[in-house]
């Protein structure tokens, strides 16, 4: 049962980092439209928000999918040695994984990273905040709380 629970909880966090992701790239993109004068109303907005998560999610997704179960491997190990940091271990691994998977996407890309909307320091951040909540995801449904 445990298993299946934390596979559960694994697609969860995959599905749920993905939107999440698109769907701070689609803000970030609106954002700088908007700052260059274009007037984006909300209608556009939200169809460009589904638009994205399904243009993102075959690639981005997969790059997620991969980050996070890396992500969620390591710290299953380290959180049994690091107990104070047990309760964040799985956010935690999900931004870094965000971070590390976003950093190695521009090393292949010559710089720029092929995520529009995390090409500045806010949009990196909330890419990883993405993560984070998907680790957050990971860690409510796949990991029984001691009691």
């Known amino acids: 049962m445990a298993a299946v629970r934390i596979l559960i909880g694994y697609l969860s966090a995959v599905i749920v980092t993905t939107f999440v992701a698109s769907a701070f790239h689609t803000h970030m993109v609106v954002s700088g ?4 004068g274009a007037n984006v109303p909300l209608d556009a907005q939200l169809q460009m928000t589904a ?7 075959p690639q981005y997704g997969l790059v997620i999918a991969i980050g996070l179960a890396v ?4 710290a299953a190990g380290l959180r049994r040695f690091l107990k104070p940091l047990a309760p964040i271990a799985y956010p935690l691994a999900g931004a870094a994984a965000i971070a590390v998977a976003l950093s190695a996407m521009g090393l292949a890309y010559d710089g720029i990273t092929p995520i529009a909307g995390a090409r500045t320091t ?6 990883c905040l993405a993560g984070a909540v998907g680790g957050l995801i990971f860690s409510m449904i796949a990991v029984r709380k001691a009691g």
């Open 33 to 36: 439209l908007k700052n260059s």
């Open 51 to 57: 638009s994205d998560f399904v243009g993102l999610a």
């Open 71 to 74: 992500g969620f491997l390591v």
């Open 122 to 127: 806010m949009g990196f951040a909330l890419q």
